[in-house]
């Protein structure tokens, strides 16, 4: 059974890829997950606001005291000295891209281009077989239009991509007023891949002490259904890669993801709940499946129920919508 894809330019053994998450700030992780069968795996993400802070911490060392010209030489830091996240990351991005062979993907995650052509070129430096753009990004400005708010995704895509050789994708919210013509947009700005969609963790408000806290639940399988809609209308109408993520709790939700027209599935909340195991669970239910159904291999099931190759086209439009409530007043009734 060929399990293998093409997932933004990188051959995967399968489709299966570990996504951004606690589990990769540990070495031994990545040679866990590789033995479990990951196809690739996405670092966690770097954050902007962390590439900041290192840059304004070395600003202010090495200004500090520069007025005093006769000792000055002397307070200039040595730079190894204040390794702090961005360092780190890069660190622990090349040993985990020496220690496996499949593909390590560098993460990172902000909302503007300040910092990050020069990380991204860092990370590819280091080793990154490719990277990740997650822009999480809430337009709180009333004053913010909607193609502002699209223009600035598209300039970080670009600013990136311009920097490096290695393939670039865009983790994106499923928000866009048009999000087929964003995709377009970002498959001619350049995209390697569109992994859809990211999560927006909102905060809740603490009754008791009158404070925002912050929220995080798991994903569960029922978050597949919007990522689907949207894999099986883009697949075979842009060039680049389509992933999923969100959802993906068993093989079911996998070979759903690849049916849509998924190069490439992520999962995360599955990991975390039971372990990097789980991995091994998703990878050989997807080949018990296909052999079951008698396909040869990933490629020739994958977009099988896509808007293209469906018979219905309409059941991914309007025509679906107006389905779904009839079926559900008809079971009511």
């Known amino acids: 059974m060929d399990l293998r894809t093409t997932y933004m330019g990188l051959e995967l053994d399968n489709p299966v890829v570990a996504s951004a998450s606690p589990l990769s700030e540990k070495l031994d992780n990545f040679k866990r997950m590789e033995d479990a069968g990951a ?124 920097s490096v050789t290695i393939p670039v994708a865009l983790k994106l919210s499923p928000f866009f007023s048009a999000m087929g013509n964003m995709a377009r947009q970002f498959d001619e700005a350049g995209a390697d891949a569109l992994v859809l969609f990211n999560r927006f963790y909102q905060p809740d408000f603490n009754l008791d002490k009158l404070e925002v806290i912050p929220n995080l639940d ?49 999962t995360t909340s599955a990991l975390l709940q039971h372990g990097i195991g789980f991995i091994t669970t998703l990878v050989d239910g997807l080949r018990g499946w296909l052999e079951e159904k008698q396909y040869t291999s990933v490629e020739q099931m994958k977009g099988s129920m896509s808007q293209r190759n469906c018979l219905d086209p309409g059941a991914f439009e309007r025509a679906n919508y107006i389905k779904i409530l009839d079926s559900y007043k008809a079971g009511y009734e």
């Open 39 to 162: 196809g690739a795996v996405v670092m966690f993400s770097l954050f902007e606001e962390q590439i900041k802070h290192e840059n304004v911490a070395i600003e202010h060392l090495i200004t500090s005291g520069a007025e005093s010209y006769a000792e000055s030489l002397s307070y200039f830091p040595a730079l190894e000295d204040y390794d702090t996240g961005p360092d780190e990351y890069l660190k622990l991005l090349q040993q985990a891209a020496t220690a496996v062979d499949i593909p390590v993907i560098g993460s990172l995650n902000g909302i503007t281009n300040e910092g990050w052509v020069d990380t991204a070129r860092s990370m590819q430096d280091v080793g990154a077989r490719g990277i990740e753009l997650n822009v999480f990004y809430i337009p709180a400005n009333l004053y913010m239009t909607g193609q502002e708010v699209e223009q600035r995704y598209l300039e970080v895509l670009k600013a990136v991509k311009a």
């Open 218 to 266: 798991l994903s569960n399988a029922n978050e597949i259904r919007i990522p689907l809609l949207w894999i099986a209308v883009l697949h075979g109408r842009i060039n680049a890669s389509l992933a999923a993520t969100s959802g993906v709790h068993s093989p079911v939700e996998l070979i759903k993801y690849l049916m849509a027209g998924a190069d490439a599935v992520m």
